[in-house]
């Protein structure tokens, strides 16, 4: 057995799927709501018997490997690492390390290398005295604190560049790939220039990218770069903070949502160790989904500036859309976590503790600065509020703050709700048209139901026997379905019990995708009423197959009905009758 078949078969991947989604026990199987599509129904159904997962709305499936390449966005060699780990095996071959992947570990070890490097000249080179006089003196960044953030120091000039293809061997490309150099004509030069540097890690404890920050306020210069856009460093999926957080965000189910480094750095400090903060001006889709696999709760914490509090409005719809419970942080002093520390540290700890929703601290906010007493400040309210109120998923919620808004302005809710259909219907024109699915066959979708009935039932012998009949001569219209239900015939009739993964793996390969689904299908509550569900499938099914022979001969009938003879005409009609008869039975 090889070691990729070996770490499948450790593997439990009820239990592996249930650290990302929460899965609910239907029947032999488990359902969730699917993380690859927008659903409120759960679609995504779990079989720890055939250890497979498939989704029955976007059509994604596989087995353990194929859930976490699809949900981490790994490369399979990746994935097989992670689950090698999980399972406790010991890779022997590193055979799988070819194309995108091995690219990706490249860079991850090119980026390991200079988080090393600018660590060690911040905290023990001649170089990084200035920056860590800045840290330790201006900022108040403890000793242990600089070596839990790997915080490190890039000096002007060509450094990195020089010790990365002089002393460890990478070349021109693997630098510029990983974004730690750029072109200057036919020259090579390190990306990140006198500044102080912050690694930015993805959830698996990768180093995707860095932070860079000058030490001197400077209009001409940006306050922070970042690592460019590269294979693996992407701004809007990563988070600063993420490996010292995510065990203390699992734990409380919430998660203090910051801007800036040196907040999240200083909340840490200060005993607040799920604070992270946001490589942009608001949280994107691939942020929100991240955030979901480890809390309930986002406390939003930006800037009590007008652009932190623009996206902190933007985040609100996203974050609402995974139902997180949002609250907001509300600084007495300072305009963001570090400076009220550094201002009032008792009024910080107090405010981090108490946080308001977010809703209710709108409310607050927007009505100290449009009067809404007045006409125009009744219309700058509503504007402002009444789509952040729409996109509130929670019905009850939602009619709690409309009815909130509408005492406000002195308005009803009436008046409230005819707003928002308005504003609604202007977006919908804006936006394109909706592609729907082409509807199957009714015939079609019979057809992998009575496979599935069979399939998931506990005794599949009795039941095929007692539908052969009732099938009689049916015409199958999906050829797989047709294949593995003879398969399954075949197979029953030589073992003394059914066992799907026994089935299984007698099934060409071409055959095991259409066995997957119809294993998964959810099946409805007939428990006391099974064998009957079955037959009338099977009858529903023979009614079709007769119905579509009457067609074909009743439009025979019309056709020769000047041309041929009556010996012929006699023939159709008494078929005719047959068929008819055949269907009333």
Known sequence: ?????????????????????????????????????????????????????????????????????????????EALRVLAAKAGVTLI??????????????????????????????????????ALDYVTHKRHIQPATLETFQLGFAPAGNALVTYLMKKKGYTADNLFDAGLATRRGNLLVDFFQNRLMFPLFDQRDNIVGFSGRVMTDNEK????????????????????????????????????????????????????????????????????????????????????????????????????????????????????????????????????????PVYDYLLESMSRIYTPTEIEGKRKLGQELLPLFAAIGNEIVKEHYLAKLGDLLGTTQEALLKEIDRTKKQEIVKKMPLITKEQRPRQEILEEYLLAL???????????????????????????????????????????????????????????????????????????????????????????????KIKKVSEAIKQKEKTSTPEEMQRLQEEFTTLLSQLSQ
């Not at 009820?14 to 129904?41: D, W």
């Open 1 to 77: 057995m090889d070691q990729v078949t070996e770490i499948r078969n450790k593997i439990d991947i009820v239990s592996l799927i249930q650290e990302y989604l929460p899965l609910k026990k239907m029947g032999r199987n488990f359902k969730a709501n699917c993380p690859f599509h927008g659903e409120k129904t759960p679609s995504l159904v779990v079989s720890p018997e055939r250890q497979i997962w498939h989704c029955f709305g976007c059509g994604k499936g596989g087995d353990a490997y194929t859930f976490l390449m699809e949900y981490e966005k790994m490369e399979f060699p």
């Open 93 to 130: 071959s590193q055979h799988f390390d070819t194309g995108l992947s091995s690219k990706k570990e490249k860079l991850y070890a090119l980026n390991r290398l200079a988080e090393e490097f600018y660590h060690y000249l911040l905290t023990k080179h001649r170089l990084g005295k200035d």
């Open 221 to 356: 210069t940006s306050k922070y770069i970042n690592t460019r856009e590269t294979l693996i460093y992407h701004k809007g999926m990563t988070f600063f903070g993420i490996p010292t957080a995510k065990d203390a965000m699992k734990k409380e189910g919430k998660v203090y949502l910051m801007e800036g480094e040196f907040d999240v750095i200083s909340s840490f400090q200060e005993g607040f160790t799920n604070a992270i903060a946001v490589k942009g001006t608001a949280v994107t889709e691939d942020q929100v989904n991240l955030l979901a696999r480890f809390v309930q709760k986002v406390v939003l914490c930006f800037d009590m500036d007008k652009p932190g509090q623009e996206a902190m409005k933007k985040s609100l719809a996203l974050l609402e859309k995974k139902s997180f419970s949002i609250g907001v942080l509300v600084l007495t002093e300072g305009k963001d976590p570090d400076e009220a520390i550094s201002l009032n540290k008792v009024a910080f700890i107090k405010a981090m503790k108490k946080d308001v």
């Open 454 to 548: 069979l399939l998931q039932a506990e005794n599949p012998q009795p039941l095929v026997e007692s539908i052969k009949e009732t099938l009689g001569e049916y015409i199958w219209i999906t050829p797989a379905v047709q294949k593995v239900f003879v398969a399954l015939q075949a197979f029953l009739g030589s073992v003394h019990a059914f066992s799907a993964k026994g089935f299984a793996s007698i099934l060409p390969s071409e055959l095991v995708g259409s066995f997957d689904s119809c294993f998964l299908l959810p099946l409805p509550a007939i428990s006391d009423k099974y064998e009957e569900e079955v037959a009338s499938v099977a009858k529903d099914l023979r009614a079709m197959t007769i119905r579509s």
